[in-house]
């Protein structure tokens, strides 16, 4: 088929008047459903209350209307935008929360890509918090994120970033005292908050649970927090994971490192770990998912959700604080008449943090029926003069005036000191 010159320029022309026609049509026809009713939640210019309940909708249809709606206007805070915080926060969003406030001082490394939410080769050197706003803002236009590239500390600059009243907060931070400080803090403060434990060196998806602090078990992490919180860590959840530990380890920092000297310069702040644990990237993702599933099922109000309580002791810790009190309030051949300072949650940190359920008494075997006792009769009844055994090996020992080294041995007594050393750490978090 030939073409002359006339006929291109036609179908040029055709072209561009259809383009032109196409783009005048897009920049000026109506919005969908003028008349419906507005909304008090924020809109963009692509994005009016229809589009967002559609994008919602699954949402809608699992938690209702009345649901949905505190959700949507809700306030999270989550700190650390790591493997685990960064999940948290795309979920979160990606349900409706419109509302959230992002926490952390890291950059994006090329290994933080393997678990980390919305990381790409692209950001690479940038802060996590703008990572994750950028992306969350590109699934939910219609979000107020705020990305403060900050480390969380005690103090006021540490409380303003709790400040606005959120309805949740999400402690996603791997630096123990800074986490223990968090938690604290956001329990003077009586701020509903959610902590995520350990991921690192973790392999079984089957065994990430959610539990009240003072209920986990064989997570190390959990177990350090719980020890240093002490009464502080009743009341709230964490999620963690009941696997056993296995051989993974830290991974080895080279030689060449050593030999430099000034180790502790090479992490990105003051007493931040330089060493790191290896991570399966999904297992972190799977306990921030499990942190934004718990906010979202709390806010919205679900009487069918409560997460199962895995270890129940308070009737026990109860007990022993009972029969505690039964030795020391008898009068005994050391004297003691002193008020006992020391509650029912105390007595549980002796018995399961410090000893393990295990008798202060070689061969240390677990106790079937346990006791706590004064280790040594001539001190101050205190948190770190407690010991554990089996109740009738106490009452052999408050006979013999509580003198702990000369009845059970020097064995018995190594380990004593020991305990109290690690209690006295414990302390310095109070």
Same mark, same amino acid.
């Given at each position: 088929?030939?073409?002359?010159?006339?006929?291109?320029?036609?179908?040029?022309?055709?072209?561009?008047?259809?383009?032109?026609?196409?783009?005048?049509?897009?920049?000026?026809?109506?919005?969908?459903?003028?008349?419906?009713?507005?909304?008090?939640?924020?809109?963009?210019?692509?994005?009016?209350?229809?589009?967002?309940?559609?994008?919602?909708?699954?949402?809608?249809?699992?938690?209702?209307?009345?649901?949905?709606?505190?959700?949507?206007?809700?306030?999270?805070?989550?700190?650390?935008?790591?493997?685990?915080?960064?999940?948290?926060?795309?979920?979160?969003?990606?349900?409706?929360?419109?509302?959230?406030?992002?926490?952390?001082?890291?950059?994006?490394?090329?290994?933080?890509?393997?678990?980390?939410?919305?990381?790409?080769?692209?950001?690479?050197?940038?802060?996590?918090?703008?990572?994750?706003?950028?992306?969350?803002?590109?699934?939910?236009?219609?979000?107020?994120?705020?990305?403060?590239?900050?480390?969380?500390?005690?103090?006021?600059?540490?409380?303003?970033?709790?400040?606005?009243?959120?309805?949740?907060?999400?402690? #996603?931070?791997? $630096? !123990?005292?800074?986490?223990? &400080?968090?938690? +604290?803090?956001?329990?003077? *403060?009586?701020? /509903?908050?959610?902590?995520?434990?350990?991921?690192?060196?973790?392999?079984?998806?089957?065994?990430?649970?959610?539990?009240?602090?003072?209920?986990?078990?064989?997570?190390?992490?959990?177990?350090?927090?719980?020890?240093?919180?002490?009464?502080?860590?009743?009341?709230?959840?964490?999620?963690?994971?009941?696997?056993?530990?296995?051989?993974?380890?830290?991974?080895?920092?080279?030689?060449?490192?050593?030999?430099?000297?000034?180790?502790?310069?090479?992490?990105?702040?003051?007493?931040?770990?330089?060493?790191?644990?290896?991570?399966?990237?999904?297992?972190?993702?799977?306990?921030?998912?499990? #942190?934004?599933? $718990? !906010?979202?099922?709390?806010? &919205?109000?679900? +009487?069918?959700?409560?997460? *199962?309580?895995? /270890?129940?002791?308070?009737?026990?810790?109860?007990?022993?604080?009972?029969?505690?009190?039964?030795?020391?309030?008898?009068?005994?051949?050391?004297?003691?008449?002193?008020?006992?300072?020391?509650?029912?949650?105390?007595?549980?940190?002796?018995?399961?943090?410090?000893?393990?359920?295990?008798?202060?008494?070689?061969?240390?075997?677990?106790?079937?029926?346990?006791?706590?006792?004064?280790?040594?009769?001539?001190?101050?009844?205190?948190?770190?003069?407690?010991?554990?055994?089996?109740?009738?090996?106490?009452?052999?020992?408050?006979?013999?005036?509580?003198?702990?080294?000369?009845?059970?041995?020097?064995?018995?007594?190594?380990?004593?000191?020991?305990?109290?050393?690690?209690?006295?750490?414990? *302390?310095?978090?109070?």
């Amino acid at each position: 088929m030939v073409v002359n010159k006339k006929d291109c320029y036609l179908i040029i022309l055709t072209s561009f008047i259809s383009i032109f026609s196409y783009k005048f049509y897009l920049n000026n026809k109506k919005p969908i459903n003028k008349q419906s009713k507005k909304s008090s939640h924020p809109k963009t210019l692509n994005h009016n209350e229809e589009l967002i309940k559609e994008q919602l909708s699954r949402n809608y249809s699992f938690l209702g209307e009345s649901g949905m709606q505190s959700i949507r206007d809700s306030f999270i805070v989550v700190i650390g935008l790591g493997g685990v915080g960064s999940w948290s926060s795309l979920m979160l969003s990606r349900s409706g929360v419109s509302n959230l406030r992002l926490v952390d001082f890291d950059q994006v490394t090329l290994s933080s890509l393997n678990r980390h939410a919305t990381a790409t080769l692209k950001d690479v050197g940038i802060s996590k918090v703008d990572s994750v706003k950028n992306f969350i803002l590109s699934v939910s236009p219609w979000s107020k994120v705020e990305a403060i590239n900050q480390l969380w500390s005690p103090g006021e600059q540490g409380d303003a970033l709790l400040s606005g009243n959120p309805d949740y907060i999400i402690d #996603a931070i791997d $630096h !123990i005292p800074t986490k223990v &400080a968090l938690l +604290k803090r956001c329990k003077e *403060l009586n701020l /509903k908050v959610i902590s995520c434990a350990g991921a690192g060196a973790k392999q079984d998806p089957s065994r990430i649970q959610i539990a009240d602090m003072s209920n986990t078990f064989e997570d190390p992490l959990a177990r350090s927090i719980r020890r240093k919180l002490k009464h502080y860590g009743h009341g709230i959840p964490v999620v963690y994971s009941t696997e056993k530990p296995s051989d993974v380890k830290l991974l080895p920092l080279p030689q060449e490192e050593f030999e430099k000297g000034k180790v502790n310069e090479l992490s990105a702040m003051d007493d931040f770990r330089v060493r790191l644990l290896p991570v399966l990237g999904p297992i972190p993702a799977m306990f921030g998912l499990a #942190a934004s599933t $718990h !906010i979202l099922l709390s806010l &919205a109000g679900r +009487k069918d959700y409560a997460p *199962l309580p895995v /270890k129940n002791r308070p009737r026990l810790y109860d007990k022993v604080y009972r029969d505690f009190h039964k030795k020391e309030g008898k009068p005994n051949n050391f004297g003691s008449h002193e008020p006992i300072n020391l509650d029912v949650h105390e007595i549980g940190y002796i018995l399961d943090e410090i000893y393990n359920s295990k008798s202060i008494i070689p061969p240390h075997n677990t106790l079937s029926r346990p006791a706590i006792v004064r280790w040594d009769g001539t001190k101050p009844l205190s948190l770190s003069n407690l010991a554990a055994m089996e109740y009738k090996d106490s009452e052999i020992h408050y006979q013999n005036g509580c003198d702990g080294p000369s009845i059970w041995g020097e064995e018995a007594n190594k380990l004593f000191n020991k305990k109290h050393q690690e209690i006295q750490k414990d *302390l310095l978090y109070d």
